[in-house]
């Protein structure tokens, strides 16, 4: 199975946001290569909220070039077999934990925002990654900082779209 057919299943397995996951399915139909960066139209990413449920906290990135503090996530790669596998691989690679493991019942959310031209969009894929015991956090050169929040703090530093991806990865744990 390609990735591309993965997304179109894992998407069509997610039940929350009908209209948002139908415009997901309906680019993937249309556009073959719409899982990756150079797809004008578009392209699907992964991404995953690396949360610590223990002490109560989440990990975010200030990205480099947004500026903006963000869960981990970026773009698919040739070795991504699914899109768990991307948004794992993210999580790992922009946090420093190695030993994450994603919450179990797929995607927590989708998120479509707009990007600067050629490419235009992202269609997010957002999960959520659990850390396990004594994880230490290692910032990655896509950061310019790599930092702790506690739960009620996240609304004064990030955007709405990862408040909300906060809001609905408590409501799964």
């Known amino acids: 199975m390609s990735l591309h057919e993965n997304a179109?299943?894992?998407?069509?397995?997610?039940?929350?946001?009908?209209?948002?996951?139908?415009?997901?399915?309906d680019h993937l139909a249309a556009h073959p290569d719409g899982m990756w960066k150079p797809c004008q139209a578009g392209h699907v990413t992964a991404s995953a909220l690396v949360i610590d449920p223990e002490h109560g906290k989440v990990l975010l990135t200030l990205h480099r070039?947004?500026?903006?503090w963000l869960q981990m996530g970026g773009h698919c790669e040739p070795g991504d077999a699914t899109l768990q596998e991307a948004a794992l691989r993210e999580a790992t690679e922009e946090s420093g934990i190695a030993?994450?493991?994603?919450?179990?019942?797929?995607?927590?959310?989708?998120?479509?925002h707009p990007i600067p031209a050629p490419c235009n969009w992202h269609l997010d894929v957002q999960y959520a990654a659990l850390v396990p015991d004594g994880a230490v956090a290692a910032i990655s050169d896509e950061s310019l900082d790599l930092r702790w929040f506690p739960y009620d703090e996240v609304a004064s530093v990030?955007?709405?779209?990862?408040v909300e991806l906060l809001r609905r990865t408590l409501e799964r744990l």
């Open 8 to 25: 179109a299943l894992v998407l069509k397995e997610y039940a929350d946001q009908p209209e948002l996951r139908d415009l997901y399915l």
């Open 65 to 68: 070039k947004l500026r903006m």
């Open 99 to 112: 030993g994450l493991t994603l919450l179990p019942g797929g995607p927590v959310r989708l998120d479509r």
């Open 158 to 162: 990030a955007d709405e779209s990862v």
